[in-house]
């Protein structure tokens, strides 16, 4: 499972013009997942990213996490984080899970962060053709991988 974090002063997704996920203060999530990922990826990934501290605390420092500073959530799927790039100029898709495979995942890690957080995590549709605007606060943008947790 691979997703891209970014902090958030407002994010929103919509489909043929109709929002379907919109947040203020908190984190987008554009998360892709891959065949061989499992609950466990999941379970790391939610813990990784609902105590990620990377909202400024009083003094400035990024010391809080959404949690602290009860901010909101906002996933998308998005099956081209796991692009492989290494042949030619069109992108492989290949490490992506099928719809069969990652539906079931991406509805899993939303209802994981649900329970985590305590409460309504926003979202778009998977496998539709997505608008995401956002306003990247900081910007921070991080890109955090289950299959290499040294990152």
Do not use: C
């Not at 079931?104 to 994981?112: A, G, N, R, S, T």
């Not at 309504?120 to 299959?147: H, R, W, Y």
Request: charge should be neutral.
């Amino acid at each position: 499972m691979r997703v891209v974090i970014q902090r958030v002063s407002s994010a929103s997704v919509s489909v043929d013009g109709k929002i379907t996920g919109k947040i203020d203060n908190g984190l987008l999530i554009l998360a892709g997942f891959e065949h061989a990922d499992t609950h466990e990826d999941l379970e790391w990934m939610v813990g990784k990213i609902t105590r990620l501290r990377i909202f400024n605390d009083n003094e400035g420092v990024m010391n809080l996490s959404v949690m602290d500073v009860n901010g909101d959530i906002l996933v998308v799927s998005q099956f081209t984080l796991h692009a492989k790039t290494k042949k030619g100029n069109r992108p492989s898709y290949v490490s992506a899970a099928p719809p069969n495979i990652s539906i079931p995942l991406y509805e899993k890690f939303i209802k994981m962060l649900e329970d985590t957080i305590g409460k309504k995590v926003e979202q778009g549709v998977f496998g539709a053709m997505m608008d995401v605007s956002l306003v990247n606060s900081g910007p921070v943008t991080i890109i955090i991988d289950s299959k290499n947790r040294d990152l």
